[in-house]
């Protein structure tokens, strides 16, 4: 059987007009952001509908001939996880909304702790901390914000946790939904293609974004990446 994640960022938020740091400050999904989720939350149903027909003749089922592949997929979501923050957790819901779901609450989705940085804008601090934010940029894996958590760190916490995530649905073929943050989210796509951490920031994760990967047993093939309605 084959399981598909359906891995989204959260919309937009209040203040997005500046681009800062937010971290793992609680900062609310604007008005903006809700309809940018609820256009996700669209695509994603429609994709789950049409998801079988396009499995039933994916080249990958003759790759994993025992991997047995039909037309009776679930026609939705059957489980949809979120971070706990409410940026991420309101995205959640209105993603669940369509499958009479609610978003069950994984605290090791939120996004990093950036210490210090936390709420400054990027010129800020280029400005304060300007030979810290450039090792930062070139090399996130050997650098870490001031006081925050390193990207190990993150990795570690985030990763254990969609591995719980995933063995809950490995038994048969399910449509599972993960809400979370662009750093989370490229964390994941980085484990699941194989990228070292390195590279993260040549993944991008825009407000919104849908990307789709499928388990072929315990095989990820990444369907769709970073998928933006607007």
């Known amino acids: 059987m084959v399981t598909t994640l359906y891995l989204i960022r959260h ?3 209040e203040g997005d007009d500046v681009k800062r740091y937010k971290g793992s400050i609680d900062v609310p999904l604007s008005p903006r952001g809700e309809e940018q989720i609820k256009r996700s939350s669209e695509f994603i149903h429609k994709h789950i509908q049409k998801s079988a027909a396009l499995r039933h003749t994916d080249y990958l089922k003759d790759l994993h001939s ?3 592949i039909n037309r009776s997929d679930p026609a939705a979501l059957t489980a949809v996880y979120s971070s706990s923050l409410s940026r991420a957790l309101r995205s959640a819901e209105i993603v669940a909304e369509p499958s009479g779901l609610k ?21 800020e601090i280029k400005d304060k901390y300007p030979f810290e934010f450039e090792k930062w ?5 050997k650098y870490s914000p001031l006081n925050g958590e390193n990207t190990l760190e993150v990795r ?3 990763i254990k946790a969609v591995e719980g995530i995933m063995d809950n649905h490995k038994t048969q073929a399910e449509n599972i939904a993960i809400v979370a943050h662009g750093g989370v989210n490229r964390i994941i796509l980085c484990h699941f293609l194989e990228i070292p951490l390195e590279h993260i920031f040549r993944i991008e994760q825009d407000n919104a974004a849908v990307n789709i990967i499928e388990f072929w047993e315990k095989y990820p093939v990444v369907k769709l990446l970073n998928y933006n309605i607007e």
Request: aromatic share 8%; glycine share 8%; net charge negative.
């Open 66 to 68: 025992d991997i047995s």
């Open 156 to 158: 570690d916490r985030v």
């Open 103 to 123: 978003p069950v609450v994984v605290p090791d989705l939120r996004e990093r702790c950036f210490g210090v940085w936390e709420g400054m804008t990027f010129l």
């Open 137 to 141: 940029a070139a090399n996130p894996l």
């Open 11 to 13: 919309g937009a938020t």
